[in-house]
């Protein structure tokens, strides 16, 4: 090899490592938002352009004279940025089952708003999107994509339900059972009737459809029967396990039960 060649070869790899590098930085940094950090010591409230830098777990923003000042996580009370272009159309899409038009669009979402809220918000409505699709497994991995980040986001807030769920129809019980001891013992506990409804969701599966039934169904339509959100679940799951037992009187009773106390419920449809 020539002196020339071996010139090139090294220019060739310093091309190369050069584009690595702008492409690993491309990667850890994320789009530039405008937006408001809430300072967690004392709310102070600091305008600038947000990005997330993935590789080093921490916030860059930068105000005025192009300085750019960083904060962990724990530092940051609140990350204020406006509602993403295309969000509410995609969120449309996903209720009409319009997921190849939605996904993109979520995708895109959760790249730029990576850590500063509507991250989260598009991650349940993509998880949505494919377990519609009946891929529970990509579900599951974009959820735990941003749980990596944001790790109370599998026990608290809208996206830990379409977590559970996809880990429900997923087969990743002993994941989903870490979860719910986590709800139980940390966790809101207005979500503690759905945890029931959840790991009753495990044994069905299962078919242990007695235990189901008395440890999470018929608790929650007993104890949280004034809660519209969770109880039709419940009483329609119970009718469920009752027909598996071969007893229809007490499924009927379900039957009726939601149709009486929750007639406008989805699952009355």
Known sequence: MTDKQKICNIRSV?????????????????????????KSANNERMKGDIRWHQSKKEYLITGKNNVTMTFKPSQVAKVIVSRPTGFDKAVKDVAAK?????????????????????????????????????????????CEELIRNNPKAAYQGEMAEIYWQALVEGGRTATLRKVMAKVIKDGPRELVPLVQIRRADVDMKAGKYKKALVDGYLRTAVFFAEDKRYAPEAIYKAMECFQQLNEPTNAEKMRKKLMTDFPNSEYNK
């Open 14 to 38: 310093k091309t190369v490592l050069t584009m690595v590098v702008i492409l690993f930085a491309a990667v850890s940094q994320s789009l530039a938002i405008q937006g408001i950090v809430v």
């Open 98 to 142: 319009r997921y190849d038009a939605a996904l993109p669009v979520l995708n895109k979402i959760m790249s730029d708003y990576k850590m500063m809220g509507w991250d989260v918000k598009a991650t349940r409505y993509a998880a949505e999107a494919q377990l519609g699709m009946k891929n529970p497994k990509k579900a599951i991995l974009l």
